[in-house]
């Protein structure tokens, strides 16, 4: 038997399992479903198979279907039975590592360190809903992609909430695909991305009280974690009445992720009892929008002050324990075109005020950010880029009607990225 013969055999005896887990038109499946949900396994004659040549199998199948839709098939074979799917964990590379989204996990795993994983958004104004999909070329504007997440507005008296789901048709909380959502406060300039499930150890995790109690869970929810909405970023758009202090400046302060992460053999995944401590706790104590600006501490002027590492008494090592904070680059005003410039490298092509990039904020108060010039030799240029952390790591743009790109690397996962582009749709009445 060959071996297409035989991925071809696991593909049609597990019928439309892959399938409800990963397809656009039948997107049910959960992040965490191939961790925590053990009892989807399907008995079969492939169970006994030696694990020599299961490797063997899926190594070949690993390298062979490399990008999608035929990487449909990896996801296939994960769904077989318990053992293939174990073996699939270990042979099958995260994101960060390899550049490929495979399973729905991967979509909360961070990006890769030396390359982008490149996405595109589709906006449909007349119902208020974004759809996130994968590029499956270099084309800019495309028809098709690999369906990642979907996302629907709602507005309410105090706040816009933005729902985000894994389900393309039914987008809601109750639904089984819910896995987070963006709220933001009246003046569309502070938003807080909330998570479904904890990023990290849940010993540490404040349970979520009131927040949590309103919502319908579905039974999807691993009982092993406190199920509710967990404050993992927030994004704060600078006040600019009538654009009288030029584009847009924006701050994402990303709780989940310390600053270490971005050093050389950084992780985002490690234990910090700084981000844990900052980014539950005191959010849930003041989480009510239908109560003033004023009152949310979480969103305070000063409390991003401290994040910024202003006070100078705070060590080397307490910064690294420390929430990434990520600011876009701010772009160069072009005398000839009258307008405000970034390179996007080709892959933004119409201007607007929501296009954006975003690269890593230094904490250093001893001297200014530095400021790369061209002139400057290759060598020198990249050891101050590094030092600097002006790298992007998540860009934003239009390319045509109600379609744009977006393309996000480590240490950003696809949700934290998606969830920060949502930010910029919403209308903001005090920064334009």
Avoid at 230 to 245: C, H, M
Avoid at 385 to 408: E, N, P, R
Wanted: net charge positive; aromatic share 8%.
């Amino acid at each position: 038997m060959s071996f297409r013969s035989i991925v071809r055999d696991i593909r049609d005896g597990i019928g439309s399992l892959s399938r409800r887990g990963f397809e656009r038109s039948k997107s049910q499946s959960f992040v965490h479903e191939l961790d925590n949900h053990s009892d989807i396994v399907i008995n079969s004659h492939w169970e006994g198979l030696p694990p020599e040549l299961l490797r063997d199998v899926i190594k070949r199948l690993e390298a062979s279907e490399s990008v999608w839709p035929a990487r449909k098939h990896v996801v296939a074979c994960a769904a077989v039975c318990r053992s293939w799917r174990e073996m699939c964990k270990e042979i099958v590379s995260p994101p960060e590592s390899s550049g490929k989204l495979t399973f729905p996990i991967s979509l909360k795993q961070p990006g890769p360190r030396d390359t982008t994983i490149q996405c595109f958004i589709k906006r449909d104004k007349s119902n208020s809903t974004y759809y996130l999909y994968l590029c499956l070329s270099s084309a800019l504007v495309v028809e098709n992609g690999k369906f990642l997440f979907s996302a629907k507005r709602s507005r309410k008296s105090t706040c816009t909430e933005y729902i985000i789901s894994l389900n393309a048709d039914n987008i809601s909380r109750s639904n089984r695909g819910y896995i987070g959502k963006v709220r933001s406060n009246f003046l569309g300039t502070k938003f807080i991305i909330y998570d479904s499930q904890p990023p990290h150890n849940t010993a540490n995790v404040v349970p979520p009280g009131r927040l949590g109690s309103s919502r319908r869970f579905s039974r999807r929810v691993s009982p092993k974690v406190p199920s509710g909405s967990f404050n993992i970023a927030q994004i704060i758009y600078e006040l600019n009445v009538l654009g009288t202090r030029g584009p847009r400046r924006m701050n994402c302060i990303m709780h989940s992720i310390p600053m270490s992460a971005m050093e050389p053999g950084g992780t985002t995944l490690d234990h910090h009892p700084n981000l844990a401590a900052h980014s539950f706790k005191d959010s849930f104590r003041s989480i009510s929008f239908s109560k003033s600006i004023d009152s949310l501490s979480e969103f305070s002027s000063s409390r991003f002050s401290d994040f910024m590492g202003t006070n100078e008494v705070q060590n080397g090592e307490q910064m690294k324990n420390m929430p990434l904070i990520l600011k876009n680059k701010q772009p160069r005003w072009h005398e000839q075109l009258q307008c405000w410039c970034l390179n996007f490298k080709g892959r933004v092509t119409v201007a607007s005020v929501k296009n954006f990039q975003l690269i890593a904020a230094t904490t250093t108060t001893a001297a200014p950010p530095v400021v790369v010039d061209e002139a400057t030799p290759p060598q020198t240029a990249q050891a101050q880029s590094q030092s600097s952390h002006d790298k992007v790591i998540l860009q934003f743009g239009k390319v045509g009607k109600d379609i744009f790109t977006m393309d996000y690397r480590y240490p950003l996962s696809a949700f934290q990225a998606f969830a920060i582009c949502l930010s910029s749709f919403d209308t903001k009445l005090a920064c334009e």
